[in-house]
């Protein structure tokens, strides 16, 4: 019999990104940048969320925006009337985003900053990003692929929206691992949809116990102000100990 070798390639691309995902983790922490992973599935809510984000941290937090999507740029045009520096990113059927292509995003949004048309050059990189303390990279719609992807992130965030139902923990328990703070969005709908927010908090618990959960309600604005001041807080301490 011929002898042959077995390669694990999620294991090697998984490996290879956690070690570019390092690396800018600590470009970040030079820089000062927050990056923030928002994660959901489509439909979550999360531009919406982002958009109420963003006015609730007027004049405190400093936020730029990479958007990605697999197409369109309604998003990005959306947030960009909410008043934040953004970018869209086209992932050309992509259902996640890894270091490397956050990395992308990120030259591209400083390189959109005033004065520095044209790139930034690679011994300043990000130098456009000064004056953002936080930027946000609203991720592609999934809960799978997304959660296996180290993007460099200072924290990770998940959208879960009422009508998808508190039984997700039990289908996706990945993404409720990886993440810090779990918003539980289109919380003034529950009341209409079989919905248990005490169900999911012990489902969800039993899989992170460090987990922030917060009810929130992106049309109505319930839970913005605890979410807001959470993220402000998060980026201050983040900043005491890099």
Request: proline share 4%; glycine share 10%.
């Amino acid at each position: 019999m011929d002898a042959f070798r077995v390669i694990e390639i999620k294991k090697s691309v998984w490996e290879g990104n956690d070690r570019n995902a390092a690396i800018l983790r600590s470009e970040l922490e030079e820089k000062g940048v927050f990056l923030l992973n928002l994660m959901s599935s489509p439909g979550s809510g999360k531009t919406t969320t982002l958009v109420r984000t963003i006015e609730a941290l007027e004049g405190s937090v400093a936020l730029g925006v990479m958007e990605a999507d697999i197409d369109s740029d309604v998003d990005a045009a959306t947030v960009s009337r909410a008043g934040a520096r953004v970018v869209q990113l086209h992932t050309g059927g992509m259902c996640h985003l890894d270091a490397e292509m956050t990395r992308q995003g990120l030259d591209a949004l400083a390189s959109g900053a005033p004065g520095t048309a044209g790139g930034t050059a690679e011994g300043d990189r990000f130098a456009g990003l000064a004056g953002i303390d936080c930027v946000v990279l609203e991720n592609i719609g999934n809960l799978i692929c997304t959660a296996d992807y180290d993007t460099g992130a200072a924290r990770n965030v998940m959208i879960l929206s009422v009508p998808e139902g508190d039984d997700k923990p039990l289908k996706y328990p990945n993404i409720f691992k990886v993440c810090d703070v779990l918003l539980v969005n289109k919380i003034d709908v529950a009341p209409h949809f079989d919905f248990s927010l005490s169900a999911l908090e012990e489902r969800v618990k039993a899989l992170n116990p460090d987990i922030r959960i917060i009810p929130v309600s992106a049309k109505t604005g319930e839970g913005i102000p605890e979410w807001a001041e959470w993220l402000k807080t998060e980026i201050s301490e983040w900043r005491k100990n890099i």
